[in-house]
């Protein structure tokens, strides 16, 4: 699958039919993060989280309003160094990686590797 493709593949996991945006707000480096919130079906939150720097990761704390525990965070990233390999002598489509975390404690600590698109579900 193209990048452009796994681009439209991740959003397809916030924004939903049915659902409405939230405020998301940045602290600290807000020049190479964005997020942005949506509510979620399953009556969780999505976060869709950017760091447009191209060679450093960024750190970032998410947090929910009046919510500091979690069942389930999952994250999907789709990142610079998944994307470089469409540009190897024999393109691989590579698919974003994907990690979940159990019963996490909020503030959630992420680190948002170079050039990254992040789907961040909590429930």
Not at 73 to 101: F, G, H, L, M, R
């Amino acid at each position: 699958m193209s990048p452009t493709a796994r681009a439209f593949q991740l959003m397809s996991s916030v924004a939903i039919n049915g659902e409405h945006s939230l405020t998301a707000s940045v602290s600290g480096d807000t020049y190479d993060v964005r997020a942005y919130a949506a509510t979620n079906p399953n009556g969780g939150t999505a976060l869709l989280l950017f760091n447009l720097n191209q060679t450093a990761s960024e750190t970032v704390a998410v947090a929910l309003s009046g919510q500091t525990t979690a069942s389930t965070v999952t994250v999907e990233t789709y990142d610079k160094s998944i994307y470089d390999q469409t540009n190897a002598a024999t393109p691989v489509w590579a698919p974003p990686t994907t990690s979940t975390i159990n019963s996490p404690t909020l503030p959630l600590t992420l680190n948002l590797t170079p050039w990254s698109m992040n789907v961040v579900i909590i429930h």
